[in-house]
């Protein structure tokens, strides 16, 4: 699967001396092996980025956009090879895969306009024939680090702002999941962008990230993933003052208040909590439902999860794959283990489906008579696990949703638009959504607060944290 790629440095793809395997999720086999970077290889792809600053800086916002605009035009076109190797690294069903593939492109069509919209502004001096010039300028190289959970939207969020400010970047994408970033660069790679402008690394802590954090030249790092990795990254960019930006974990409440109109809700809501096997920073992981509804909630939802087919992602019919690794499979089977020790009730699934011989599956699983003290309420669970319990008025359920470090994203569900608006503005949290759960769209900003993170991704925000501001005073 990794045949014509390897690292990318310069423009060139080229392999490395050391090698990893990359394990399919599904069969638990090998689906190939990728170049692993050295040290000195990814010093190299930092020399590479650094030397491509000079030619980047020479390009203007309109050139950059139709460099991106080509890349977004060879993405489209390999849409069906991107797709099938999303599916085949992470499990995700074929049908969100090629959806995901869709919203990388669509980050590159948006930032390609945005490169022709990096705005300054002039302010009048108080010196007699002066004037002040606040402009922007690209913040340098960026070191860009991404999850395996969504392999190219994640990738996609970071390169295309980046670029369209006029940054040069130093990739490394999941060694779980590195196929289709790589597919990705080769996109870029005929695009007409310097050579160096994009860089690809995949390898170990100590071989990458070490070194790209360490490295003075790099001046911002991006990330999305845990929140654990986001503190020690914010501890190790102190050294040089590197700027900043991380989309961290989430641990998302979802609430459904007595008027919400009870069956739509739960049409959408069963397939949100389950897409990509519930690997998702964003899925509601704690369900509160108002006393009136609850029993009929539960039954419906329920009802639904029964019908969710697992397997392989790569067959159409499949709505659920495995989880990402063996690790991730312990991890979901003892939070419904402690949960279920705790006085949580089983009322759906809860185990290793039987009807396979090898893979990470699990169940889509429903827990009820969850309490705010358990595990499963307190840590995100990051897996198929819908955690419901009930509440009775308005500002107890606000108050427990808000009781999590984590401030990604919260849901509710409501007829009424007054209490629509009060639950938007009560919410700790960077995004709410209110009988919808359409929250990521390259056109608006995407990000959290407190423990989940800092800075944007998307919309005319995304491209703020790539750019440094000068002012100019001109006195004639």
């Known amino acids: 699967m990794y045949e014509k790629f390897g ?25 190939g092996t990728v170049s692993m970077a050295s040290p000195r290889d990814t010093v190299s792809a930092i020399d590479a980025a650094e030397r491509a600053m000079t030619d980047l800086r020479k390009m203007g916002g309109f050139e950059r ?12 076109s390999r849409k069906s090879e991107a797709a099938h190797m999303i599916s085949s690294e992470t499990g995700k069903p074929i049908a969100q895969a090629e959806r995901e593939w869709s919203l990388a492109c669509d980050q590159f069509r948006w930032y390609a306009e945005e490169a022709r919209r ?38 996609a969020r970071k390169l295309a702002p980046a670029l369209a400010a006029g940054c040069s970047v130093v990739l490394r994408p999941s060694s779980q999941t590195p196929g289709v970033a790589m597919v990705m660069v080769d996109c870029l790679k005929d695009a007409g962008l310097p050579n160096g402008a994009i860089n690809l690394v995949v390898g170990s802590t100590s071989d990458t990230y070490a070194t790209i954090m360490a490295d003075k030249r790099v001046r911002k790092v991006s990330l999305t993933g845990s929140t654990r990795v986001g503190q020690q990254m914010i501890r190790d960019a102190a050294d040089t003052v590197k700027k900043v930006s991380m989309e961290l974990g989430g641990n998302a409440p979802l609430i459904v208040y007595e008027d919400a109109d009870i069956e739509p809700a739960l049409d959408a809501i069963v397939p949100t909590k389950y897409a990509n096997c519930g690997q998702v920073c964003v899925t509601p992981d704690r369900f509160f439902i108002h006393d009136s509804l609850h029993d009929t909630f539960v039954e419906g939802f329920v009802e639904r999860t029964a019908k969710i087919k697992v ?16 690790a991730r499979l312990e991890e979901i089977e003892n939070i419904v283990e402690g949960a279920l020790k705790e006085g949580a009730t089983l009322a759906f699934g809860g185990n290793r489906p039987t009807q396979f011989n090898a893979g990470y599956f699990f169940e889509p699983t429903v827990l009820t008579n969850v309490s705010d003290d358990m595990k499963v309420s307190i840590e995100e669970n990051f897996g198929p696990i819908a955690a419901i319990s009930r ?9 427990r949703a808000n ?13 009424s638009p007054d209490r629509a608006r009060r639950t938007v503005a009560a919410l700790k949290s960077g995004m709410v959504g209110i009988n919808s759960f359409a929250l990521a769209a390259s056109e608006v900003p995407f990000g959290g607060t407190n423990h989940s993170g800092m800075g944007r991704e998307g919309g005319c925000e995304g491209i703020e944290d790539y750019l440094d501001t000068k002012l100019a005073q001109i006195v004639f």
């Open 403 to 415: 009781s999590s470090d984590m401030g990604l994203a919260a849901y509710a569900f409501t007829r």
């Open 311 to 326: 397997g392989d992602g790569l067959n159409p019919a499949t709505a659920m794959g495995p989880l990402i690794n063996r």
């Open 65 to 76: 956009a139709d460099a991106l605009h080509r890349a977004a035009d060879a993405m489209i």
């Open 391 to 399: 509440f009775s008025e308005e500002e107890e359920v606000l108050e």
């Open 118 to 155: 990096i705005y300054g502004r002039v302010v009048e001096s108080r010196v007699p024939g002066g004037r002040f010039e606040i402009t922007a300028e690209p913040v340098g190289i960026v070191g860009a680090f991404t999850a395996w959970n969504f392999p190219a939207a994640l990738p």
């Open 7 to 31: 690292l990318f440095i310069n423009g060139d793809w080229i392999k490395s001396f050391q090698n990893g395997e990359v394990r399919s999720p599904v069969t638990e086999g090998v689906l």
